[in-house]
């Protein structure tokens, strides 16, 4: 999609270390990390907000869960724990619109989020 960011990103049209590169699915470091451990895990398709993944995606945002589970142990947080998050909308702090979801770890995590 045209003047979207994650897809510039993707596109390579803006420079940006990918972290992991499948078929479906990147990640980079977030660039305003929030804990030691923060990287986007971000897929290709364009979706605007999570209100778009329709049932025939469900495969694809499943394999974020895998691909976050395979960064979590590279980046060794996997034990000490680790979080997880997709903002949906401007009023649960969503600034990007294509989905992502934060992989958050390395350090101790209070609930209930802010
Ligand atoms: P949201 O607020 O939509 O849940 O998350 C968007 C995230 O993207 C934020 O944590 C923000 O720091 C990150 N971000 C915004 N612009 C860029 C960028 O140009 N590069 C990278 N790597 N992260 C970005
Ligand atoms: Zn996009």
Redesign the pocket.
Known sequence: MEDC?FCK?NQGD?P?EKVYDGEDVFA?????P?APV?L?IIPKKHFSTLLEIEESDFQLIGSIFGVANQLAAERKIDQSGFRVVG?CGAGA????FHI?Y?LLGGRAMKWPPG
């Open positions: 960011l990103i803006i940006s980079i470091e977030d660039i305003n929030q923060h986007l903002n702090g969503q600034s990007v992502h934060h």
